[in-house]
Structures are given as structure tokens and as C-alpha cells.
């Protein structure tokens, strides 16, 4: 009997149906080879924000069904959900502690991006993409702040709407006096609708530059040799399992750390005192005054947004790099200094000072 | 590049700097009786011991001339509270003062939220689903040597 008319051995059925599967989605070309350093937690940190992002936007969706943007419903809308609905003080606690972790994530896996030289050529595009997408993440973390329309959402508005006094028709947006529809209802479509759509979009093209250029290659590798390769499929099924791990941290956090909701808002008070990643913001404000949150802001984007322009050679290896990784050191302790010294700072009242 | 980068940061900054402010919203409020009790009862939530903060406001809403909807015979009793340090008493006072029960989700916040372990069976159940998930997805993470 030949070869060719030997019976073929018999594929198990779960072999068939991820043959099926492969047929109609392709997945077998997720199998291209990385280097081996994409597999460490620190190359995961990009999927993981996303991870964050996309758990945000399924509990969010939830919380949108119970949620009222009208100004005079929407605190009592809130502490509905955390008072009166089965599992409503978990779900909210939920998209709480994940927003929390997605800003960590954030922040660290733009760390992880400059440390690394990954800014690099040709790999510039990516890096402002990068920054849009992280400024997108702190539009998210503020306007959710607001939705929630205690005391501390209302002086953060104030604050929003300070700063939108100071740029002009720049803000005019931001402005109570845009349009006729309430500056709550119109933060909340921002945040249910149109940060969504963009972020996603962006965060599309920000994988597919990634795909593009390949892997940036590891800093710390001194060997000659090429690093040895492992397939995609590999760092997707990591990341899929941390992501897991993420989703059950955030949940134990829900369950025994619930946040807690103020009291309704009232105008013309100041006794709170910002969420810790805006925290930092607050000494510099005592000191000069509620621009000084908007010039503070810009120039921490400014200076990320011109380092690879800066930093242009091929070298990679950060003690090559001090110049940028120096000042970026500094300016990480500069930020946590200033949250440790707002937390110990007793309130202030800033609106209407300048 | 950098003759763009520079031109638009110039245009930018030209831009600001000429802007009108006031496009953006322009008027002060004036507050009415009703808005100093309750801005009273917020700092006497928010920040318990700016007592003399607190005066004020409650003598603004005494000395306004059209207090409607607000009881200035409670509102000079809270002050009496507020001075002795009995501030709960002061918030239920003032809240009777302007009509509102003490109680309501209005004026009082959720109770601060510190640790509270799963004491109910849905958090008990949600609590072993956690744990199911950092399991399955530490197996699932772990590298291949």
C-alpha cells in the first residue's frame, strides 16, 4: 500500500473545531514571531491598559442603564445604584478601583516605553499616539470624577470650568455658556460616547504601528546573537492571564474597599480636596493659582512630547541616556513629593483667587 | 520640523494670549440665604473645623434681606451648636431650617468607606469568583521554561 492511500488518522474534535475556528479567523497567523523579552509583565503593561479600558467600558455600560446625567437626578441616581440595586455598590466599586489601576497602568507603561528608548525611530508616530491616547485616559479619569456629582465632583468642575476662563475661546466648550445643554450632561456624553469611540480608534492604530515596527528591542540585552523568538499567540496568552489576575484583584478591591459617595453638591464651597492622580496638582495651585493646573499640565505634555526629538541617536541602553532619563527621575519624585504634601496640607479655597 | 513646531506654538500662544476670558463665562453669583445654610451645612461636612468660616456664612443668611425659605430663629440655634462643637446637631438644625429632613441622602454623605469584609452571600460568592480568577489567571500567565 502506498503513501499516498493510507488512511489519514482520525483528528480528535476538538482539533476540528480549532481547525474550523483557524479556517474562518485566521488565528494561526496571531503565531508570529516576538522577541523573547515581549513576554515579560513589562512588555504587558500596553494590553493590560487596554485590559483596564475594556473592563471599564463592560461595567460601564452597566452603570450607564442606572445612571441619570440630568444635574438634578444624577447624585440621587448614584446612590440608587450603590444603595438600592442588587450588586450595584460592587459594580460601582468595580469601575472605581478599575479606573485607579488604569491610570497605574497607564503611567507605567509610559515609564516602562522611555526607559526603554522604544520612542525611538522609527517609532516617533507611535510614541505622540502613545501620549494622545494616555491624555485621553486623564479626560476619562476627570469627567468620571464629575459624574458622580458629590461635592468633589462639582470643585472639580469648577476647576474646569476656572480653567476654561483662563483659555479663552480655547474653552469655550468647557463653558457653562456653550450650547444650552447642562456642562454635567455634556461631560457625560464626552464620557459614555465620544472619548470611547476615539480612544478605541487610536489605541487601533497605536497596535497596528506597533505591529508595523516590530517589537522595540530590548535595552538590556548585551549579546550579540539575535534574541531568540517566541510566538504572539504566547504573549496573548499572558497577557489574557494577567488581565484575569487584574479583573480578580479589582474585584476583591470592590468588594472590601467600596468607595464612598459625598453629599450632594453645593456652589460656592471648597472642602475637598482632588482624587490622588490629580493630587499633585493641588500644592501647585495653593502656590500660583488655578492656572497653574493648566500651565503644570501642558508642560509635563510638552516635555514628553518632545523627547524623541531630543533624544534622537540609536542608543538605547539607559545609562547611555541620563539626559532624559535623569530628568524624567526627578520630575517622578517631584509628583509623588507633591502628592505626600497635599495629602498633609489642610484644604484651601482657590476658585475666584486667580 | 522644528520651524512647524515652532510657527504653531507661536500661533498658539498668540492665540491665547489675545483671547477675551470672559467668552468663556463672565457673571458672579450672588448667594441667597438658602444658598449660605447650605453651603454652611457642606463645610460643616467637608471641613468640621472651619468653625469661623462657618459663622460667616450662617451670619451672611441672618443679615440677608429676603431670606425666603429659611428659618433664621434655627439658624441663630446652630450657630449656638456650631460654637459649642456639637456640628451633627448644627447640620440637623440648619437642615430643618430650609425645610429639608436631616436624613435625606441630600445632606448626609454615604458613610465613609473604609475596609468592610463580605458579610453577605452575593459578596462571599463574588469574593470566590476573584479568587477563582487570580488563580486561573496566574496559571494561565505563567511562562514556559
Same mark, same amino acid.
Given at each position: 500500500m502506498s503513501a499516498a492511500s493510507e488512511p489519514q488518522p482520525r483528528r480528535s474534535r476538538r482539533r476540528r473545531f480549532l481547525d474550523a475556528l483557524d479556517e474562518r479567523l485566521g488565528l494561526r497567523s496571531l503565531a508570529y514571531p516576538v522577541p523573547e523579552h515581549a513576554n515579560k509583565l513589562a512588555y504587558s503593561l500596553g494590553g493590560l491598559s487596554l485590559a483596564a479600558f475594556l473592563f471599564l467600558l463592560a461595567s460601564g455600560i452597566v452603570l450607564a442603564q442606572y445612571y441619570n446625567p440630568a444635574p438634578g437626578s444624577a447624585h440621587q441616581s448614584v446612590r440608587a445604584i450603590v444603595t438600592d440595586l442588587d450588586l450595584g455598590r460592587v459594580l460601582r466599586g468595580f469601575h472605581y478601583w478599575m479606573a485607579m489601576a488604569m491610570v497605574v497602568l497607564v503611567g507605567l507603561h509610559l515609564l516602562r516605553v522611555l526607559v526603554s528608548g522604544a520612542y525611538?525611530?522609527?517609532?516617533?508616530?507611535?510614541?505622540?499616539?502613545?501620549?494622545?491616547?494616555?491624555?485621553?485616559?486623564?479626560?476619562?479619569?476627570?469627567?468620571?470624577?464629575?459624574?458622580? /456629582?458629590?461635592?468633589?465632583?462639582?470643585?472639580?468642575?469648577?476647576?474646569?470650568?476656572?480653567? +476654561? *476662563?483662563?483659555?479663552?475661546?480655547?474653552?469655550?466648550?468647557?463653558?457653562?455658556?456653550?450650547?444650552?445643554?447642562?456642562?454635567?450632561?455634556?461631560?457625560?456624553?464626552?464620557?459614555?460616547?465620544?472619548?470611547?469611540?476615539?480612544?478605541?480608534?487610536?489605541?487601533?492604530?497605536?497596535?497596528?504601528?506597533?505591529?508595523?515596527?516590530?517589537?522595540?528591542?530590548?535595552?538590556?540585552?548585551?549579546?550579540?546573537?539575535?534574541?531568540?523568538?517566541?510566538?504572539?499567540?504566547?504573549?496573548?496568552? *499572558?497577557?489574557?492571564?494577567?488581565?484575569?489576575?487584574?479583573?480578580?484583584?479589582?474585584?476583591?478591591?470592590?468588594?472590601?474597599?467600596?468607595?464612598?459617595?459625598?453629599?450632594?453638591?453645593?456652589?460656592?464651597?471648597?472642602?475637598?480636596?482632588?482624587?490622588?492622580?490629580?493630587?499633585?496638582?493641588?500644592?501647585?495651585?495653593? /502656590?500660583?493659582?488655578?492656572?497653574?493646573?493648566?500651565? +503644570?499640565?501642558?508642560?509635563?505634555?510638552?516635555?514628553?512630547?518632545?523627547?524623541?526629538?531630543?533624544?534622537?541617536?540609536?542608543?538605547?541602553?539607559?545609562?547611555?541616556?541620563?539626559?532624559?532619563?535623569?530628568?524624567?527621575?526627578?520630575?517622578?519624585?517631584?509628583?509623588?513629593?507633591?502628592?505626600?504634601?497635599?495629602?498633609?496640607?489642610?484644604?484651601?479655597?482657590?476658585?475666584?483667587?486667580? | 520640523m522644528k520651524k512647524w513646531v515652532l510657527v504653531c506654538g507661536s500661533v498658539f500662544v498668540v492665540a491665547l494670549a489675545t483671547s477675551p476670558v470672559a467668552l468663556a463665562d463672565g457673571t458672579e453669583e450672588d448667594f441667597t440665604a438658602r444658598d449660605l445654610v447650605e453651603q454652611a451645612i457642606g463645610i460643616l461636612q467637608g471641613q468640621p473645623q472651619q468653625t469661623e468660616l462657618i459663622m460667616d456664612k450662617l451670619r451672611g443668611a441672618l443679615e440677608d434681606d429676603e431670606p425666603e425659605g429659611v428659618d433664621a430663629a434655627l439658624v441663630a440655634r446652630a450657630m449656638d451648636a456650631v460654637e459649642a462643637g456639637r456640628n451633627d446637631e448644627a447640620i440637623a438644625i440648619l437642615a430643618g431650617s430650609i425645610g429639608v429632613a436631616a436624613d435625606s441622602a441630600l445632606h448626609q454623605p454615604e458613610s465613609a468607606e473604609g475596609f468592610k469584609w463580605p458579610n453577605t452571600r452575593s459578596d462571599r460568592i463574588l469574593f470566590g469568583f476573584a479568587a477563582i480568577m487570580i488563580a486561573v489567571g496566574g496559571v494561565i500567565a505563567r511562562r514556559e521554561r
Open positions: 525611538k525611530r522609527p517609532r516617533e508616530g507611535n510614541w505622540i499616539l502613545g501620549l494622545t491616547l494616555a491624555g485621553i485616559s486623564a479626560a476619562f479619569f476627570f469627567s468620571g470624577t464629575v459624574l458622580k /456629582w458629590d461635592q468633589e465632583a462639582l470643585e472639580a468642575l469648577e476647576h474646569n470650568i476656572e480653567i +476654561a *476662563r483662563i483659555l479663552g475661546r480655547f474653552g469655550y466648550w468647557l463653558s457653562p455658556a456653550f450650547g444650552g445643554v447642562a456642562l454635567l450632561h455634556r461631560l457625560y456624553t464626552l464620557h459614555v460616547a465620544i472619548l470611547p469611540a476615539v480612544f478605541l480608534m487610536l489605541a487601533a492604530a497605536h497596535l497596528l504601528l506597533v505591529k508595523r515596527h516590530g517589537m522595540a528591542p530590548s535595552p538590556f540585552r548585551t549579546e550579540d546573537a539575535p534574541e531568540p523568538t517566541e510566538p504572539f499567540s504566547r504573549h496573548l496568552r *499572558r497577557l489574557g492571564g494577567f488581565a484575569l489576575m487584574l479583573g480578580g484583584i479589582v474585584l476583591v478591591a470592590a468588594i472590601l474597599v467600596p468607595p464612598g459617595h459625598g453629599p450632594a453638591p453645593v456652589e460656592g464651597i471648597e472642602v475637598t480636596k482632588p482624587p490622588w492622580p490629580m493630587l499633585w496638582l493641588y500644592p501647585i495651585e495653593n /502656590w500660583v493659582g488655578v492656572s497653574g493646573i493648566l500651565w +503644570a499640565t501642558l508642560l509635563i505634555f510638552a516635555a514628553l512630547l518632545v523627547i524623541p526629538f531630543i533624544d534622537r541617536g540609536p542608543e538605547v541602553r539607559p545609562r547611555r541616556r541620563l539626559k532624559v532619563l535623569i530628568p524624567t527621575a526627578i520630575t517622578v519624585v517631584i509628583i509623588i513629593g507633591l502628592i505626600v504634601y497635599a495629602l498633609i496640607t489642610p484644604v484651601a479655597t482657590h476658585i475666584g483667587s486667580g | -
